[in-house]
């Protein structure tokens, strides 16, 4: 968040920019629409965290610098793994798959291509 230069009441805005960022507010942002907080010791509180499991890569990335990046993982399988998953979402978005039925799919075609287990890895990604 900013404040335009060219506002007409900087000041006010600056006000409302320093309690949108504020803990409270972004805390209960996240809680409530799944909003991740800039504040990496939010990732912490067990009240965002809770209604937020997805938080926890993201967390990861404020604690280490990193996130996995699908070329990384999947390597010179990366084409193949994207145009699976792009088929997938064209299935669903055209009707021809439910997303459940896509998903399954596109697990199965992908546990093919990369040889990875099914099912979500235990700790991150790792390669088999």
Do not use: W
């Amino acid at each position: 968040m900013g404040v335009s230069r060219f506002s007409a009441h900087p000041r006010e805005a600056v006000e409302l920019v320093r309690y949108l960022s504020s803990r409270d507010v972004q805390a209960n942002r996240s809680r409530v629409l799944s909003v991740p907080p800039t504040l990496p010791e939010l990732y912490d509180v067990p009240e965002v965290l809770k209604p937020n499991p997805g938080f926890a890569l993201v967390r990861q990335a404020f604690r280490t610098g990193t996130v996995s990046r699908p070329s990384n993982v999947t390597g010179k399988k990366y084409p193949d793994v994207s145009e699976a998953y792009t088929r997938a979402v064209h299935s669903v978005l055209t009707g021809e798959k439910s997303a459940p039925e896509a998903a399954a799919a596109l697990e199965s075609e992908l546990v093919r291509i990369t040889g990875f287990k099914k099912g979500p890895p235990a700790r991150g990604i790792s390669k088999p």
